[in-house]
C-alpha cells in the first residue's frame, strides 16, 4: 500500500539551482495536486492536473513547472532556485477532485541557501 | 474570496477536554468542507468533511459544526487525547471550481496536555 510516494525527502539547493521533486502513485488517480506548507500560512496549492496532459495554475506557480505525462507521475520542476522557494512540499493525489479524499505523500523538505 | 480563515493558531487543552478550531470563508460558492490532521514529519489526512446541506457532523469524538449563514464552520474533539495532539487544517472547495482544488486555512497547531 504505497499511496502517494515523493522524493527526495530532503534536499538543500543552492540559489540558482534547479531540481525535480518527483510524485508517484498507485492508487490509479485521475487527480494530481503540488502544495507547498511554510509556517503558519497553510498550504497554498502550486499546480494541479485532472489527467494525463493536463495540467493547470494553482494559487502560488511562480518559479515551478509541472507535468503530467502517466497517471501516475506528476514531478514539480524548480527552475532557478531562490530561498522564497524555501518550503515543505507535498504532492497529493484524489480519484474525482471535488468532495472526495485528497491522499498526501509525506513531503519533501526543501532548503535554498 | 478565496480565503478561509482559520482560528487560534495555536491551542493546549488538558487530557479528557474539548478541542474547539474555527474557520471562516467568504466564497459562497464553496460547498465542501473538510478537515485534514497532520502529524509531525507526515503529510495531512483527511480526518471528517462536511457539505452545506447538513449543520452537523459526528464521527467518533470529532464533529463539524456549520453555520451556512454565518459562512463559519468548526472542528470539535470532544474528550481530548494526547495522541490527538497534531496541526489541524481546514479546508474548502467548489463544485464548479474544477480539479478539486482544496482551498485550505492556515492551520492550527493543537497540544493536549495529559
Known amino acids: 500500500n504505497a499511496g502517494v510516494t515523493q522524493t527526495p525527502k530532503f534536499r538543500i539547493l543552492k540559489i540558482g539551482q534547479s531540481m525535480t521533486l518527483q510524485c508517484a502513485q498507485d492508487?490509479?488517480?485521475?487527480?494530481m495536486y503540488w502544495y507547498r506548507q511554510d509556517p503558519g500560512m497553510g498550504l497554498k496549492l502550486i499546480y494541479y492536473?485532472?489527467?494525463?496532459?493536463?495540467?493547470d495554475k494553482g494559487e502560488v506557480p511562480n518559479g515551478y513547472n509541472v507535468s503530467r505525462s502517466t497517471t501516475e507521475d506528476f514531478p514539480l520542476r524548480l527552475e532557478l532556485a531562490a530561498p522564497s522557494q524555501t518550503s515543505v512540499y507535498f504532492c497529493?493525489?484524489?480519484?474525482?477532485?471535488?468532495?472526495?479524499?485528497?491522499?498526501f505523500g509525506q513531503g519533501t523538505r526543501l532548503t535554498v541557501v | 474570496q478565496q480565503q478561509v480563515k482559520q482560528s487560534p493558531q495555536s491551542l493546549i487543552v488538558q487530557k479528557g477536554g474539548i478541542s474547539i478550531i474555527n474557520c471562516a470563508y467568504e466564497?459562497?460558492?464553496?460547498?465542501?468542507f473538510p478537515w485534514y490532521q497532520q502529524f509531525p514529519g507526515k503529510g495531512p489526512a483527511l480526518l471528517i468533511a462536511?457539505?452545506?446541506?447538513?449543520s452537523e457532523k459526528k464521527e467518533g469524538r470529532f464533529t463539524i459544526s456549520f453555520n451556512k449563514s454565518a459562512k463559519q464552520f468548526s472542528l470539535h474533539i470532544m474528550d481530548s487525547q494526547p495522541g490527538d495532539s497534531a496541526t489541524y487544517f481546514c479546508?474548502?472547495?467548489?463544485?464548479?471550481?474544477?480539479?478539486?482544488?482544496?482551498?485550505f486555512g492556515q492551520g492550527t497547531e493543537l497540544s493536549v496536555k495529559p
Open positions: 497529493a493525489s484524489s480519484s474525482q477532485g471535488v468532495s472526495t479524499e485528497a491522499f
Open positions: 492508487m490509479n488517480h485521475n487527480y
Open positions: 492536473s485532472v489527467g494525463a496532459g493536463i495540467t
Open positions: 466564497n459562497t460558492a464553496f460547498d465542501y
Open positions: 462536511i457539505r452545506p446541506d447538513v
Open positions: 479546508a474548502a472547495s467548489a463544485t464548479y471550481n474544477q480539479g478539486g482544488k482544496l482551498i
